[in-house]
Nanobody, 119 residues
């Protein structure tokens, strides 16, 4: 069973930055699958934030374009989400997802990490 473990969430003021990490337990899984970040704010549906394909392609939600960057380190089996110019509306629980199907989530989820942006 592949495990995804997120870290890096926290409390930050508006305009600040955070970097989320997602460590995968399986190197081959991490190398061959599309990976992504989703988020869920209170009372809202979970939404796609960013996707990184196995060949390096990226997709971003319109609300985060130009502010967030998704990347991976193959040597560390780790997916990252660099979040800059954070806004209060970015407050949510952020989830790592693996084996995405197009822009739809795959079956593998991390436990989630809370990001809170204060105004």
């Amino acid at each position: 069973q592949v495990q995804l473990v997120e870290s890096g969430g926290g409390l930050v003021q508006a305009g600040g930055s955070l970097r989320l990490s997602c460590a995968a337990s399986d190197r081959i899984f991490f190398r061959i699958n599309d990976m992504g970040w989703f988020r869920q704010a209170p009372g809202k549906q979970r939404e796609l934030v960013a996707r990184l394909t196995s060949d390096g392609g990226t997709n971003y939600a319109d609300s985060v374009k130009g502010r967030f960057t998704i990347s991976r380190d193959g040597a560390k089996n780790t997916l990252y989400l660099q979040m800059n110019s954070l806004k209060p509306e970015d407050t949510a629980v952020y989830y790592c997802n693996g084996a995405m199907r197009g822009l739809r989530p795959g079956d593998y989820w991390g436990q989630g990490t809370q990001v809170t942006v204060s105004s």
